[in-house]
């Protein structure tokens, strides 16, 4: 055996002790390493551009007192990491702001009479994401709120604001781990879900590692 072949094999060996002789694990690593996921509904820019602007219209109409505010929250996370992941890539996504949004909603009377795309389109943006969250929870059922088990669903449609047109449609249900809800403040696991949410919206229009052992909730 050459040189070469035994130090792959002792690291090997080292590595697969760091595993814990975990099958899944070792196959993880050895045949998708660091490779990601592709966008299951691409942006696309128009024609000579490099870059594309979103608007984020987001909702939570039913939603719990323990997530009032969490509109404004998950559409503000979704945009900055539509905005930070595209950076070094084409095409770069720029997110309309969501006090520009709020001024928008509040000089313009009827404006929920006004289709999504309408909205975008008045607003600068080339894509709107018109989402709905619903089935929100931070406790696990029947534990008396003694377990944390964090979740929540959103429906959403996204249109090119140029022609009106659909350009995809679907669905989201995140989900943390349970926990004892004495290990965190529940403003704090709160925060998880609505990053776990917004990663999860974003993973339908960027490339993405969803493997929770390379990207953990923490």
Partial sequence: MN?????????VTAFVATLGCNPASLSYFLFKGDGKAPAEYPIVPAEGRKD???????????APVEFAGIDRDLARNLGHILTEQSKEKKPQIRV????RIDRFKNSTAGWK???PAEVGKQL??????????????L?????????YQ???????VVFETATGKEHSKYFVN???????????????????????????????HLPHVTDRRVAPVQ
């Fill in 139 to 147: 406790y696990e059922a029947g534990s008396g709120r003694y377990m």
């Fill in 150 to 156: 964090g979740q929540g669903s959103v429906d959403a």
């Fill in 96 to 99: 309309v702001d969501q006090s």
């Fill in 124 to 137: 600068g943006a080339d894509y709107v994401i018109d989402a709905s969250v619903s089935g929100l929870s």
């Fill in 174 to 204: 995140a989900k943390l781990e349970a926990k004892p809800s004495d290990s965190v403040p529940p403003g704090q696991y709160k925060s998880l879900l609505v990053q776990r949410i917004a990663d999860e919206l974003s993973w339908k």
């Fill in 52 to 62: 594309v602007v979103i608007a984020i219209l987001m909702s939570a109409p039913n």
């Fill in 113 to 115: 009479t006004l289709s």
């Fill in 3 to 11: 040189r070469k072949v035994l130090r792959n094999a002792v690291w």
